[in-house]
């Protein structure tokens, strides 16, 4: 699992917005999609719905979010 999608994906979930997740990244709003899009690929499960008004976490993405945190978390812990 690419640790930089886990942080776009929290990222988007706390802001509720890929646009706003996109300019604490430092990318495009159309890169953090496409990110996205790519994880929701890779794992098999959708995990956001994206409207006009920003992104809200599927059920599926709500049951790994606590695993994903912890991960994102772990991996700072090894980078410091």
Avoid at 15 to 37: P, W
Avoid at 47 to 71: E, M
Wanted: proline share 1%.
């Amino acid at each position: 699992m690419d640790i930089d999608r886990c942080r776009a994906l929290i990222y988007a979930i706390d802001t509720g917005s890929l646009f706003a997740a996109a300019g604490k990244l430092n990318i495009t709003t159309s890169g953090i999609s496409k990110m996205m899009s790519t994880f929701e690929h890779d794992i098999g499960l959708k995990l956001l719905y994206r409207n006009r008004g920003g992104v809200i976490s599927t059920k599926k993405c709500l049951d790994i979010l606590p695993s994903i945190r912890q991960l994102v978390e772990q991996n700072e812990m090894c980078d410091k």
